[in-house]
């Protein structure tokens, strides 16, 4: 059955406002919360801290009260949308347990997004960070069987392995190879621009989560860890906010905003096993069903544009969270090498000795200390083996099965 948000009937906005008791959800039972609800939930509060930025930016563009006043309106429930989805996980969740779920997320969104995405380019960005988030959860997991004797499979489940992905170590580039080229609005398939918007959300909370979480712990190795990493989500967020189309307007990016939150809302909806949480999905849909349409009124005042003429009539394919096992292995197979050289996807090896790649590595990891490294020799070392979840078979690229391999 097609689905049209623009069709569809929302909550009136002045009704969307909801009470404290309803702002203040029961979390979710840590022991029992299936992992892909875990993924949804920050995947949402994502999108949600993307929707409310975006609005404060726009605001703080334009000098006409009345389109203050409509953006504050909105934002606000927007706002209320996070608190609801983002007081979801328990308080009794460690941060660090939280960050194997986020990097989770990064993985299994990640390939989704690439295995579903048409444009080559775009799924090349797509595939190009997935194996480097692949290798954070890796460094992370092995940070909490150290410090906290946990497996993080008792978070992630069977549906990830975990195990290297392209060395943290080696993914340090120049700021100049983080950009890329941006795709075309006017030419773009609509599931493209979703899926861009999608990313960027999602590496963008994750950097804001490292920036703000990594200095909780009075543990060096922690703190150390969470700054390396949150240094690369700082490059994965520059690497797909260039692929947006920067020459759409501020309404149209509005009405887009909006549109992902609705096909989201509903990828969210179908793919729930959780029906308290689906009911959150449910109403958070209904409610972006009228930031579009408000959305799409702006664009006729403001611009004279029809967002019929843009939102189509059915979502595209929707983004669901499923375990990526096989594809992710093949990606591992043929791309641990690559790095980046301008707007394009090289082999290290193809680059010249003086390249600003191996300079800016240099000036990173120059004096031996590197702490996505020596988390693993650290862990070796204290709990007498390396972490990993290996359920198809050995690591498809020879060099990564063993640890000893891994911290050269
Ligand atoms: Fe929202
Ligand atoms: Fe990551
Ligand atoms: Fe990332
Ligand atoms: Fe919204």
Redesign the pocket.
């Known amino acids: 059955m097609a689905f049209n948000p623009l069709k569809e009937k929302g909550i009136p906005m002045d009704q969307q406002p909801v009470n404290w008791a309803t702002l203040n959800v029961t979390p979710y039972d840590k022991n029992s919360v299936h992992p892909y609800t875990r993924t949804r939930i920050i995947l949402m509060n994502g999108i949600e801290v993307e929707a409310a930025i975006f609005k404060h930016q726009f605001a703080r563009h334009t000098d006409d009260m009345e389109l203050k006043r409509q953006l504050a309106m909105s934002r606000r429930i927007e706002q209320q949308q996070q608190k609801m989805i983002n007081w979801l996980p328990p308080g009794d969740e460690s941060p660090l347990s939280v960050t194997i779920g986020y ?1 989770q997320v ?1 993985v299994d969104l990640t390939a989704w997004l690439a295995r579903t995405e048409p444009d080559p380019y775009v799924k090349e960005a797509l595939d190009f960070a997935l194996i480097e ?1 692949f290798d ?1 959860l890796y460094r992370y997991a092995n940070l909490l069987q150290m410090t906290e004797g946990k497996e993080a499979e008792e978070i992630t489940r069977e549906y990830t392995e975990i195990m290297p992905g392209r060395p943290t170590i080696a993914e340090h580039r120049h700021p100049y190879d983080s950009i890329r080229k941006h795709y075309d609005s006017k030419k773009a398939q609509m599931i493209t621009k979703l899926h861009v918007m999608t990313i960027i959300s999602a590496e963008q909370q ?1 950097m804001n989560y490292y920036m703000n979480i990594g200095p909780l712990s009075p543990n060096p190795m922690v703190r150390a860890l969470y700054q390396e ?1 949150a240094m ?2 700082e490059q994965h967020v520059s690497h797909y906010e260039s692929l947006a189309d920067p020459k759409a307007s501020w309404f149209e990016m509005a009405l887009l905003h909006e549109y992902n939150e609705c096909y989201m809302y509903y990828s969210c909806m179908t793919s729930e096993t959780d029906n308290r949480i689906r009911d959150i999905w449910q109403l958070c849909l209904e409610q972006e069903i009228t930031h579009l349409q408000h959305a799409g009124e702006m664009l006729k005042k403001y611009e004279k544009r029809d967002p019929a003429q843009i939102i189509p009539e059915d979502f595209p394919e929707l983004t669901i969270f499923q375990s990526n096992k096989d594809y992710i292995r093949r990606i591992l197979a043929n791309q641990i090498n690559l790095t980046a050289d301008g707007t394009e996807f090289k082999s290290v090896d193809s680059l010249p000795s003086d390249h600003r790649y191996h300079q800016y590595q240099s000036l990173v990891n120059g004096d031996g200390f590197v702490p996505s490294r020596d988390v693993i020799e650290e862990n070796v070392r204290q709990t007498g083996n390396e972490y990993r979840l290996e359920t198809e078979g050995p690591h498809p690229v020879e060099w990564l099965r063993t640890s000893e391999e891994v911290t050269i």
């Open positions: 990097e990064a988030d954070h994750t990493i690369i989500e």
